[in-house]
């Protein structure tokens, strides 16, 4: 189930399996970081999402460690729809993170459409099988495999409590 457009981010195949270039994976990923720590020092909303049932509990602990927001249950709440839904308009997220950019049964999560329709910057891991032109900071990677969500989220945990901490350290050295 090979999408295409990823071909460009695969280094070869091994038994039928897709080897991702991890040389072409570490400067996206540096660049998904660094947006992802200045929207933390910015104060900005991060939202990170999935329907991969194996990564929920990941997920939504490391949003609660960070501070931040997790959504991983089947999309109601479309973000085109919120002034009908809670009487009100709220704040959307400033960047929402995408463990599986698929939600089941292997279609595009609708969470992805709705950010891209209202310029919400998105950063996903994407697999083989996902379009990495429809996410902003895509970062080629096995979205399927727990140890290396795990290491994905602890990097992004990393990177939004150090743009925090530059935070802090500003808003200290100004009063």
């Not at 509990?57 to 999309?75: F, S």
């Not at 099988?129 to 902003?136: A, L, V």
């Not at 990677?141 to 290491?151: G, M, R």
Request: hydrophobic share 35%.
């Amino acid at each position: 189930m090979r999408n295409p457009w990823m071909s460009q981010y695969i280094y070869g195949h091994r038994l039928d399996v897709d080897i991702v270039d991890l040389e072409k994976t570490l400067p996206m990923l540096h660049s998904a970081l660094n947006f992802l720590a200045h929207i933390a020092y910015r104060q900005g909303i991060i939202l990170f999402l999935t329907r991969y049932p194996a990564h929920i509990p990941m997920v939504e602990r490391a949003a609660r460690d960070c501070g931040e927001y997790a959504h991983c249950r089947k999309w109601d709440y479309p973000f085109t729809n919120t002034q009908s839904l809670f009487g009100y308009d709220i704040r959307l997220p400033d960047v929402c993170i995408f463990t599986h950019t698929l939600a089941p049964p292997n279609q595009l999560h609708p969470g992805v459409s709705d950010a891209n329709k209202l310029l919400i910057p998105t950063i996903g891991l994407c697999d083989t099988d996902c379009n990495p032109n429809i996410i902003t900071y895509p970062i080629p990677s096995n979205d399927d495999t727990p140890k290396l969500i795990e290491f994905y989220l602890t990097l992004f945990q990393q990177a939004i409590m150090a743009g925090k901490e530059k935070r802090r350290e500003k808003d200290a050295t100004s009063s």
